[in-house]
Antibody, heavy 117, light 108 residues
Framework: QVQLQESGPGLVKPSETLSLTCTVS????????WSWIRQPAAKGLECIGR???????DYSPSFKSRVIMSIDTSKNQFSLHLRSVTAADTAVYFC???????????WGRGTLVTVSS | SFVLTQPPSVSVAPGETATITCEED??????VHWYQQKPGQAPVLVIY???DRPSGIPERFSGSNSGNRATLIISRVEAGDEADYYC???????????FGTGTKVTVL
C-alpha cells in the first residue's frame, strides 16, 4: 500500500518561505507525477502544481511566480517551497500521487501550516 | 475562469439516495472524478473517469456525466457516508487541475 507523509514546520513567518517534504513509502516514486494540494480552513481544495519523477514541473498559474518543487528519487521524497508567504497561505497542505496524470489516487494525511509572526 | 459548481449541502435520510451535482458550462466531454473527505482526514478517491470505482469503494457509489453536469450518486446512504464531496477535473493542460466547490453531505 502506497503511503505519503508530509513533514515540515507548522509555523512560518510572513514574507518567508514555506518548505515541506513528502516521503513516499510502499512504492517507488519513479514514473509517476506527484502533487501538492492545499486547503484553507473550512474551504475547498486547490492544486499548487505537480512534479514528475524526472524533475519536470508544472505549476498552477496562481502560484507560478513563487513556487518551486523538487524531487529526490534516491530518498523517495519530493518537496514544496513557496516563497513570500502571507496569512492567506495558511492552510492544510497535502501531498498526493497522480495515478494516471489525471486523478489523485493516494494522499498524505496533510499538515497544517500557519503563517504568522 | 473555470469553476466547478456544487451545491453547498445535501441532506439525506439513511437508506435513501444522495445526489450531488457538479456543473460547468464548458464541462462537456471531459472526465470528472470524485473525492470523499471526512473531517480531519485526507480526501479519498471514490469515483474516477465519471463512473469507475477504485478498489474498496462500495457499489453504492456511482457517477454519471452528461452535457454540462456530472453527478455523484450514493445509494442506500449510511451514516458513514457523511462527509464533504469534491468533484475534480483535469483541463488537459499541464498546470490545470480544478476541484469543485465542495458539497457537505449530512445523514439525517
Amino acid at each position: 500500500q502506497v503511503q505519503l507523509q508530509e513533514s515540515g514546520p507548522g509555523l512560518v513567518k510572513p514574507s518567508e518561505t514555506l518548505s515541506l517534504t513528502c516521503t513516499v513509502s510502499g512504492d517507488s516514486i519513479s514514473n509517476y507525477y506527484w502533487s501538492w494540494i492545499r486547503q484553507p480552513a473550512a474551504k475547498g481544495l486547490e492544486c499548487i502544481g505537480r512534479i514528475y519523477s524526472s524533475g519536470s514541473t508544472d505549476y498552477s498559474p496562481s502560484f507560478k511566480s513563487r513556487v518551486i518543487m523538487s524531487i529526490d528519487t534516491s530518498k523517495n521524497q519530493f518537496s514544496l517551497h513557496l516563497r513570500s508567504v502571507t496569512a492567506a497561505d495558511t492552510a492544510v497542505y497535502f501531498c498526493a500521487r497522480l495515478g494516471d496524470e489525471r486523478t489523485f489516487d493516494y494522499w498524505g494525511r496533510g499538515t497544517l501550516v500557519t503563517v504568522s509572526s | 475562469s473555470f469553476v466547478l459548481t456544487q451545491p453547498p449541502s445535501v441532506s439525506v435520510a439513511p437508506g435513501e439516495t444522495a445526489t450531488i451535482t457538479c456543473e460547468e458550462d464548458s464541462l462537456g466531454g471531459r472526465s470528472v472524478h470524485w473525492y470523499q473527505q471526512k473531517p480531519g482526514q485526507a480526501p479519498v478517491l471514490v469515483i474516477y473517469y465519471d463512473n469507475d470505482r477504485p478498489s474498496g469503494i462500495p457499489e453504492r457509489f456511482s457517477g454519471s456525466n452528461s452535457g454540462n453536469r456530472a453527478t455523484l450518486i450514493i445509494s442506500r446512504v449510511e451514516a458513514g457516508d457523511e462527509a464533504d464531496y469534491y468533484c475534480q477535473m483535469w483541463l488537459g493542460t499541464s498546470d490545470h487541475y480544478v476541484f469543485g466547490t465542495g458539497t457537505k453531505v449530512t445523514v439525517l
